[in-house]
């Protein structure tokens, strides 16, 4: 059922944005009455489709192949790499005939359309839910085991980064990588020291799935009303700092000590105020006792219609600027960060196993972006690839021949054919470990 949940969600996700995306080129092409022969849903190799139905000159369908979706423009060179159409006279209503400014939109309307979107569901997020986030400013880290290697110490508090002082916390292993960071500054025991990092490691934080956990001090909340300690006399507030003598400082503390005492009674060493004391509680067959604690430094902000248009904008430029950072990181072999590359298996992993809006919105403005980005590459085949093409005809006022753009077309399909199957196979990689 989880499997399912999560496949739909990734179709219902890709299908919505290549849609979108599509539907850019589409629009600026009518605009300008440029003829357009096909608008697909995925792949129709073969000429086989799922579904399909032709409207005036256009013909719209599903292609059998989920693998994308396109737009074929009359008289451009693109993905299907028709070139029939060009040994015949230039005409008026194809693409090849219009001013190269026109054809630099209808290039650029996937593009913008997908940062569009992003736009909107990102404002609507903010209009509806508001925004969550755990302010740096009040929260300790608790280092993992690769954190420790590089001399952070669990319940040090992150200052700055080379001059640069984050503000939320779930962001602190992503700033890092973006921005190379070399020079950490933390607060540890009321001291602040330097934790300088070697660059060499720059790999191992882009591929460790948690840097820096959320250091949790272990405060209870609320004690589960069917839990095995509904009567055992915790109370919202009292601050847990040992269980049978062994210390506690944070709830990850406590994971493994409680996992040892199982289906036993132990005795917690409380704070409540001034006062220590010692109360018997329960600990189940999986290592709990049943109580809720409470999570510091949560921040929220609600915004009104006029106020979540800004701080939507805000987000979605936010995003925009730390995904070109993390495809700077890519182009870079000695960061590693080319292992990270997914396909439509690690998108499917990052979608939640039951439906959950705000969760799904925010991944589908996160997955616009990043098609929009993506397309925004210079790279022959992609939008930016075409778009790069045009800026220099509008610069040199030289048209490249259809030749060089056929030639260039197939080297942008290898490329991106190469990029897919390094994507499968990280993603096979990660299944099999």
């Known amino acids: 059922m989880v499997a399912l949940i999560k496949t739909l969600q990734v179709l219902l996700a890709l299908s919505l944005l290549i849609l979108i995306h599509e539907a850019g080129h589409f629009l600026f092409a009518k605009l300008f009455r440029i003829r357009v022969d096909k608008f697909y849903l995925f792949f129709d190799i073969g000429g086989k489709a799922l579904l399909k139905f032709r409207k005036g000159e256009t013909e719209y369908g599903i292609g059998w192949l989920p693998l994308g979706g396109y737009c074929k423009i009359a008289g451009m060179v693109d993905e299907s790499l028709d070139t029939k159409s060009l040994k015949k006279d230039p005409q008026p209503w194809e693409f090849r005939s219009h001013p190269a400014w026109q054809r630099l939109l209808v290039m650029a309307g996937g593009v913008l359309f997908n940062f569009i979107f992003a736009i909107i569901v990102y404002c609507s997020i903010m209009g509806i839910w508001g925004s969550a986030y755990i302010s740096n400013e009040e929260s300790e880290i608790y280092a993992s085991e690769l954190a420790a290697d590089m001399g952070f110490r669990t319940g040090d508090r992150i200052l700055s980064m080379d ?159 730390g995904y070109v950072q993390d495809l700077g990181l890519l182009i870079k072999p000695s960061t590693g960060a080319y292992k990270s590359v997914g396909s439509f298996i690690a998108i499917g992993q990052v979608f939640p196993a039951v439906w959950d809006w705000y969760r799904f919105l925010n991944i589908l403005a996160l997955l616009s972006i990043m098609l929009g980005v993506m397309n925004l590459l210079p790279i022959p085949a992609l939008d930016g690839g075409h778009i790069v093409i045009v800026l220099w005809e509008i610069i040199t006022g030289r048209k490249p021949s259809e030749k060089f753009l056929v030639a260039v077309q197939y080297v942008g399909m290898i490329l991106i054919f190469a990029l897919m199957i390094l994507a499968f196979g990280n993603d096979i990689g990660r299944l099999i470990r």
Do not use: C
Request: charged share 25%; hydrophobic share 45%.
């Open 163 to 321: 001059g640069y002082e984050p503000t939320d916390f779930s962001s602190l292993q992503a700033d890092l990588a973006r921005r190379s960071v070399r020079k950490v500054a933390v607060l540890r025991d009321g001291d602040t020291l330097d934790i300088y990092i070697d660059q060499a490691r720059m790999s191992e934080v882009l591929n460790s799935p948690l840097l820096f956990d959320l250091a949790i001090p272990f405060v209870v909340d609320s004690v589960a009303a069917d839990g095995p300690n509904a009567g055992a006399g915790l109370l919202d507030g009292d601050r847990i700092t040992a269980f049978d003598g062994h210390a506690v400082r944070y709830l990850q503390d406590s994971r493994e000590i409680l996992a040892g005492m199982a289906q036993s009674e132990v005795d917690a060493t409380v704070l409540r105020g001034g006062d220590t004391l010692s109360i018997p509680v329960s600990v189940d067959a999986d290592g709990r006792i049943g109580v809720f604690v409470k999570t510091p430094a949560v921040k929220t902000a609600r915004y009104g219609f006029a106020e979540a248009i800004p701080a939507g904008w805000k987000l979605a430029v936010t995003t925009i600027k």
